[in-house]
């Protein structure tokens, strides 16, 4: 039975990583053509601008113009980032939902078990599970009677995070600090670069 559960849980995950790809890659050929884009728009008012002085004045055209075209390449540059904040801000909003929509699963439950037992929490630990998996609690209490199980109001996406009073640590299990690391470790790769 729970080789069928890690089995579903890896066909999740497969699927889940699937899908964040297949959005990253449409995400980032957007990004690139949108900053091509951005970039040609700048460099032709940059050019008209520079033509348009030109004739005027040359010496005033130069330092205008090289000043004008540096504020459109740092523009240019600005709104490529502030798109690459939204897309990655899409792609993390998209997994979220996916996220929510296998917390109302029947696979959910089955998962937190796993997840509490993999925890291994002691008698006296404390586990956290969000306000929406309170229902959970009795099921999870069933195997550790004697570990409190509170709510956490910073669970919002799934999961649990274990105590543990004789070490003094927190074991995080939640969905919520996974798809932090992941957001981390996706806006240190550059993905959209």
Do not use: W
Not at 10 to 33: G, P, T, Y
């Amino acid at each position: 039975m729970e080789e069928i559960n890690n089995e579903k849980l890896q066909r999740f995950s497969l699927a889940v990583n699937s899908e964040i790809d297949h959005q990253v890659d449409e995400i980032i050929r957007e990004a690139e053509k949108k900053s091509r884009t951005i970039i040609e728009e700048a460099n032709a008012r940059s050019a008209e601008t520079a033509d348009k002085y030109y004739a005027e004045n040359i010496k005033k055209v130069s330092g205008k113009y090289l000043r004008e075209a540096s504020r459109l390449e740092l523009e240019a540059k600005k709104e490529v980032l502030l798109r690459r904040e939204e897309l990655t801000g899409q792609v993390f909003d998209a997994v979220s939902k996916r996220l929510a929509q296998y917390r109302t699963s029947a696979d959910y439950a089955v998962y937190m078990k796993k997840l509490l037992a993999e925890a291994a929490p002691a008698e006296g630990d404390v586990v956290y599970i969000g306000e929406e998996d309170e229902k959970l609690s009795e099921l999870l209490k069933k195997d550790y009677s004697d570990v409190e199980f509170k709510t956490d109001e910073h669970i919002h996406l799934g999961g649990l995070s274990v105590y543990s009073r004789k070490n003094g640590t927190i074991s995080d299990r939640t969905f919520d600090f996974s798809l932090d690391e992941q957001r981390k470790e996706f806006a240190g790769r550059n993905s959209f670069a």
